[in-house]
């Protein structure tokens, strides 16, 4: 019975080193390099979107490994497509690490469409960050999609 205990022991301390040394490789030391300032941001950027009633709605459902054709519109309080001149920009990453951080050319394709080809390097959660920049001012809009095999 001694030798049952001590060899459950035994494997339940591997089994936690195992996941400790996993873990401490895998992480690469940052989760948010200043988080104060993400934080005021996020605030003011959910007050400005709230205030505009501007959203922003994929238009593609289904992402894949590889070459992807992302295409969104921005869309105002109604719904309706909405057309204005300003920047446009797209930024994806992991949510577990900023090793896989990209920003992407976005074409505007008519009223309130726009494109962007975008590349996944893995499967799973990633997070795609819309920009707008009109007057000097940036309002983001985040979108969490899971990217599938193929």
């Known amino acids: 019975m001694k030798t049952l205990i001590s060899i459950v022991v035994i494997v339940g301390l591997a089994a936690v080193i195992g996941a400790v040394v996993v873990g401490v490789r895998s992480f690469d030391g940052t989760v948010i390099a200043k ?19 501007w959203s922003i709605k994929l238009n593609a459902g289904i992402f894949k490994v590889g070459e992807n054709d992302l295409q969104f519109t921005l869309l105002d309080k109604q719904g309706s497509p909405l057309d204005l001149p300003a920047e446009v920009s797209l930024n994806f990453s992991r949510p577990s690490t900023d090793a896989y951080d990209r920003k992407v050319d976005v074409q505007k394709l008519g009223a309130g469409l726009y494109r962007a080809l975008v590349n996944f390097p893995l499967y799973g959660q990633w997070d795609i960050k819309i920009y707008l920049i009109k007057n000097a001012k940036k309002i983001e809009f985040k979108e969490r999609v899971f990217v599938g095999k193929g």
């Open 35 to 53: 988080p104060y300032e993400e934080g005021l941001a996020w605030d003011e950027a959910r007050k400005d979107r709230a205030e505009l009633g």
